[in-house]
């Protein structure tokens, strides 16, 4: 019975659906703190988090990520990189420009690196280096993050 006790007791504390693995280190990193260092004659800041929004990616996520990053808050700087002739997609982006740091790479200079960006991605700087956190930032997506 004590066994049976004390195996239910380590099972339940082990099963904690918040817990996760931390994400693996960005192998693109050295590349992408080049990129940031090039591109906008800027270090990287530790602690911190970074969204990258290729314009010229898949729609739904594009549009998804500018309309969420227009209506809220985040404590993220935003790269917007690329250029885009869509008049919804000008209107959030105005928005966004208001809401946060927000840094433009309008001739598509990420394109010269490797840094294995493709669609919106949220990076994170910590005493790790750098971790990308997301990359599905869908409509459905946004709703774990509170601003």
Do not use: H
């Not at 066994?3 to 192998?27: D, G, K, T």
């Not at 208001?98 to 840094?115: H, K």
């Amino acid at each position: 019975m004590r066994f049976a006790l004390i195996l239910l007791l380590v099972s339940s504390l082990s099963c904690n659906r918040e817990s996760r693995a931390p994400e693996p280190p960005y192998q693109y990193a050295n590349d992408f703190k080049a990129y940031f260092k090039d591109t906008y004659n800027l270090e990287l800041q530790k602690n911190s988090k970074y969204f990258v929004v290729p314009l010229n990616s898949c729609s739904e996520c594009v549009d998804s990520a500018l309309q969420n990053l227009a209506i809220k808050k985040f404590d993220w700087t935003v790269l917007l990189v690329g250029q885009t002739e869509d008049s919804i997609r000008q209107k959030n982006i105005v928005a966004v420009k208001q809401n946060y740091t927000c840094l433009i790479d309008s001739t598509l200079l990420m394109n010269e690196y490797a840094l294995g960006i493709g669609l919106p991605s949220l990076l994170q700087t910590d005493n790790r280096g750098i971790v990308i956190t997301k990359t599905d930032f869908f409509y459905g997506s946004w709703e774990s993050f509170k601003p």
